[in-house]
């Protein structure tokens, strides 16, 4: 049921993701859908850890509302312009 309301709230772009912009590479990650802040903040280490172990420098992260259309945006991918969220 819980991924039932999940999936309903992402369709609307309600429900809550962790973007994590680095800068070198420079790119935009997307982790999500969660249903609340709370359970998206505390998945938040696990992202930010992978993405470090990668070898990624000049992390900033944010929990929020949106819909994300790739779950990478990458300057290398052509698509950084336009942020990788479509308007709610």
């Known amino acids: 049921m819980k991924e039932l309301l999940i999936s ?3 369709f609307f772009g309600l429900a809550w993701w962790v ?3 680095t800068s070198a590479p420079r790119c935009i990650y997307y982790f999500g859908p969660f249903l609340n802040a709370q359970e998206a903040e505390s998945a938040k280490a696990g992202y930010v850890e992978d993405i470090e172990n990668e070898g990624a420098e000049g992390l900033s992260v944010s929990i929020q509302r949106c819909k ?3 779950l990478t945006v990458a300057d ?4 950084f312009g336009d942020g990788g ?3 709610v």
Do not use: M, R
């Open 8 to 10: 309903l709230l992402n």
């Open 19 to 21: 973007e994590v912009k």
């Open 68 to 70: 994300p259309i790739a």
């Open 76 to 79: 290398d991918l052509g698509k």
């Open 85 to 87: 969220l479509l308007p």
